[in-house]
Nanobody, 124 residues
Framework: QVQLVESGGGLVQAGGSLRLSCSAS????????MGWFRQAPGKERDFVAC????????NYADSVKGRFTISRDNAKNTVYLQMNSLKPEDTAVYYC?????????????????WGQGTQVTVSS
C-alpha cells in the first residue's frame, strides 16, 4: 500500500494557475500508474488525468485537455498536476490516486490507494 498526500490547493481567480503535488510514501511510485481525480460539491468524483509509471504516457479528461499537465518525478516519489487557465467549473476537491502496474485507467474503481484531497477554488 502507498500513502498519498496532496498539497498545493487554494483559492485562485479565473485564468490563474495552481500546481498540485502528490507526495507518496510506503512504496516507490515507479511501479504505479498515477491519477488525479476531482469531486465538485454535490457531484461524483471524476477523472482528470493519469500518467503511466515509467515512460510518461498520459491521458486527460476532455474538460482539462490543453490546460492541465500531469507529470511525475519518481526519484522524489511525487506526482504533479499543473493547472493553467483555471475556470470556476474547475472548483473541486482534487484527489491523487495510485494503481499498481503498467496499464493506465480513467476509472476510479481501478485505483487502489487514494490521498485525502486538496481543495481548489476558482473565483470568477
Amino acid at each position: 500500500q502507498v500513502q498519498l498526500v496532496e498539497s498545493g490547493g487554494g483559492l485562485v481567480q479565473a485564468g490563474g494557475s495552481l500546481r498540485l503535488s502528490c507526495s507518496a510514501s510506503g512504496r516507490t511510485i515507479s511501479n504505479y500508474a498515477m491519477g488525479w481525480f476531482r469531486q465538485a460539491p454535490g457531484k461524483e468524483r471524476d477523472f482528470v488525468a493519469c500518467i503511466r509509471r515509467s515512460v510518461g504516457i498520459t491521458n486527460y479528461a476532455d474538460s482539462v485537455k490543453g490546460r492541465f499537465t500531469i507529470s511525475r518525478d519518481n526519484a522524489k516519489n511525487t506526482v504533479y498536476l499543473q493547472m493553467n487557465s483555471l475556470k470556476p467549473e474547475d472548483t473541486a476537491v482534487y484527489y491523487c490516486a495510485a494503481r499498481e502496474g503498467l496499464v493506465l485507467s480513467t476509472m476510479e474503481k481501478d485505483y487502489e490507494d487514494w490521498g485525502q484531497g486538496t481543495q481548489v477554488t476558482v473565483s470568477s
